[in-house]
């Protein structure tokens, strides 16, 4: 895997597991309330209702008792990379199998957001499922962007 590509899967990493830890926080803090985080961001790029945002909120509790477990199991593998490169005997065979973990419950995470996300977006109303698709592309365009800027020049 080339340095940009990694580059882009840890960023993409690092945003999914804060976004995964913004939606599966409880309480009454201002991200509940619209003003921060992805539900916050949801809510004044696609103008939900409360409904909606309730309908939501319902949508993460009930898959939190499988995300959660998930999250937690990721932070411990990670947890253990960190011992192995920091330890001293660094040991290659260790680390693929450490990767292998990491990559099989982080394609776990991704499906229980990709589930989430999918039952968010059924619940949204023709012109916000437009608004979204927007959102998404320029998000899109910004990736591609930056992938390029990052791509090495060739020497002169």
Same mark, same amino acid.
């Given at each position: 895997?080339?340095?940009?590509?990694?580059?882009?899967?840890?960023?993409?990493?690092?945003?999914?597991?804060?976004?995964?830890?913004?939606?599966?926080?409880?309480?009454?803090?201002?991200?509940?309330?619209?003003?921060?985080?992805?539900?916050?961001?949801?809510?004044?790029?696609?103008?939900?209702?409360?409904?909606?945002?309730?309908?939501?909120?319902?949508?993460?509790?009930?898959?939190?008792?499988?995300?959660?477990?998930?999250?937690?199991?990721?932070?411990?593998?990670?947890?253990?990379?960190?011992?192995?490169?920091?330890?001293?005997?660094?040991?290659? #065979? +260790?680390?693929?199998?450490?990767? !292998?973990?990491?990559? %099989?419950?982080? &394609? *776990?995470?991704?499906? =229980?957001?990709?589930?989430?996300?999918?039952?968010?977006?059924?619940?949204?109303?023709?012109?916000?499922? #437009? +608004?979204?698709?927007?959102?998404? !592309?320029?998000?899109? %365009?910004?990736? &591609? *962007?930056?992938?390029? =800027?990052?791509?090495?020049?060739?020497?002169?």
């Amino acid at each position: 895997m080339n340095t940009n590509k990694f580059k882009i899967l840890i960023a993409g990493l690092i945003v999914v597991m804060m976004t995964g830890f913004a939606i599966s926080q409880e309480g009454a803090g201002p991200r509940h309330h619209g003003e921060f985080g992805p539900l916050g961001f949801f809510t004044k790029a696609l103008n939900l209702t409360d409904a909606q945002q309730t309908q939501i909120k319902q949508i993460v509790a009930n898959e939190k008792p499988t995300l959660h477990p998930l999250m937690q199991q990721e932070g411990q593998v990670h947890q253990q990379m960190m011992q192995l490169v920091t330890g001293g005997n660094f040991d290659e #065979t +260790k680390a693929q199998a450490i990767i !292998a973990q990491e990559s %099989q419950t982080h &394609a *776990q995470i991704e499906l =229980e957001h990709a589930r989430i996300m999918s039952q968010a977006y059924q619940i949204l109303t023709p012109d916000q499922k #437009t +608004k979204f698709a927007q959102v998404q !592309a320029r998000h899109q %365009q910004r990736m &591609a *962007q930056h992938s390029q =800027e990052e791509q090495p020049t060739p020497n002169q």
